[in-house]
């Protein structure tokens, strides 16, 4: 059977929508996007194809022999994401990934990042704008906007052999990146065997990446190289998300002024991709990615920043919250975050004060004391022997001490809380109408 990816994350694409690639949240900062071709319209729905496209998505001849995407030799082609990601800035990373069949001497194969939906080829497979990695026999390339960066390694890829190459892109901001890229040895069913090599490029400056409002990946071929490609993927982390096609491109500020009930966040919204935006806010909930069908703010309409209150949390509670944009296509998400709200404080309780008593009281009636807190109040005593209590009456038994403890219920502001007093019952004699001492009756 066909291994779809590294994760033991079995995705059946047919399953979603026929234009969206399929995802999944890894956890609350990672999102996976993973194109099997299983299907053979898959080549067609998700990406766009160049000028002159040649490669088609065939139902065999791939990893595990499932579906694959055919490299005529000699194929000069490339094909892009439809789907975008947002742009972030510092500390988000995008890792592609695909399969290679190796098949030809003669030419390049590639992977990267674009900030068009739409790009056109040179003789090594690379973009007009955009980051990337190729590779030939013994070696291959860093692309910044079709700038090569030379590296090599021997032996040479062997002939009739799968390849798993693996590009890694890191935003350290101010439009710089860190990029490494590794080729890993397969076999036909991708049970990945030693890395052939690693690669990498550090500081690379490309404005074109760092000011669009969402990239797209691509993969490519120039000459003849590899005959067949799979298992297409993209691994989002540090922020970045997936933004399907032609819904807005929003992100999530920071939580802040987090008390108890309520905090602070909101978002930008910086592209609403050729249709309004009809709403906007932060969506939140206790468990992972919050939609708006959760909680939600809503915090005006169209493109530009917004802040949003969120409110009605609870105590000591960890929440997830992003920002959402909703336009004609349909509704995205921002970044991930996650909050934990303050702790209640303590009841401030007042006027609750030891207690002594003669057995022949009898009983007495405790005065509620003062709180800021409007919890309900109860009271118990340790020692039945020497007092009972039934709501705040307090019964005398016999003569002891007992620890009487008032406990406030917890409201929407403080916690729960108790304190404690004592009560002291002293026996005494008296003379009754017989003339008997007694200390009972």
Not at 285 to 295: D, E, G, L, R, V
Not at 396 to 406: F, H, L, Q, R
Request: net charge neutral; proline share 3%.
């Amino acid at each position: 059977m066909k291994k779809n990816n590294l994760i033991s994350i079995n995705l059946l694409k047919g399953m979603l929508l026929p234009l969206l690639c399929s995802f999944v949240f890894l956890n609350q900062s990672q999102a996976q996007s993973l194109v099997n071709f299983n299907t053979t319209t898959d080549l067609t729905n998700l990406f766009n194809p160049d000028a002159t496209p040649v490669f088609t998505n065939i139902s065999n001849l791939g990893i595990g022999g499932t579906g694959s995407i055919n490299v005529p030799i000699g194929s000069n082609d490339i094909w892009t994401t439809k789907e975008g990601y947002s742009v972030t800035g510092s500390g988000a990373v995008y890792t592609i990934s695909a399969y290679f069949l190796i098949s030809d001497n003669s030419g390049y194969g590639g992977l990267g990042l674009s900030p068009n939906n739409v790009n056109s080829t040179d003789g090594f497979g690379s973009p007009v704008s955009g980051l990337g990695m190729g590779f030939h026999g013994g070696g291959g390339f860093f692309v910044n906007n079709r700038v090569n960066t030379d590296v090599n390694w021997p032996p040479y890829l062997i002939l009739g052999n799968w390849y798993k190459m693996i590009f890694k892109i890191t935003a350290l901001g101010s439009n710089q990146y860190n990029l490494n890229f590794q080729i890993w040895n397969s076999d036909a069913n991708g049970v990945l065997g030693t890395m052939k090599t690693e690669q990498n490029s550090n500081g690379v400056t490309n404005t074109n990446i760092g000011t669009a409002s969402t990239i797209h990946t691509y993969f490519s071929a120039a000459g003849s190289r590899m005959s067949k490609i799979d298992n297409f993927e993209a691994i989002l982390s540090g922020g970045a998300v997936i933004v399907a096609a032609g819904q807005p491109v929003v992100s999530t500020n920071s939580i802040s002024a987090i008390t108890g009930n309520t905090a602070t966040s909101g978002g930008n919204v910086t592209d609403d991709r050729g249709s309004a935006v009809t709403a906007k806010g932060v969506c939140w909930n206790t468990s992972s990615s919050p939609t708006i069908a959760n909680s939600k703010t809503t915090d005006g309409t169209g493109i530009g920043a917004f802040t949003s209150s969120i409110t009605g949390l609870s105590i000591g509670t960890l929440y997830y919250a992003r920002a959402y944009a909703t336009n004609g296509i349909g509704t995205s998400y921002g970044e991930e975050r996650t909050f934990t709200t303050t702790s209640a404080p303590s009841p401030t309780i007042i006027g609750f004060t030891n207690y002594a008593k003669l057995y022949f009281d009898g009983s007495f009636t405790i005065a509620n004391p003062t709180s800021n807190s409007t919890g309900a109040l109860s009271y118990t005593s340790d020692n039945p022997a020497v007092a009972t209590i039934s709501g705040n009456i307090v019964t005398i038994i016999s003569a002891g001490t007992a620890n009487i403890t008032v406990t406030q219920a917890a409201d929407a502001t403080y916690s729960g809380g108790t304190q404690t007093v004592s009560l002291t019952v002293s026996s005494v004699s008296v003379v009754d109408k017989y003339g008997r001492i007694s200390t009972t009756s």
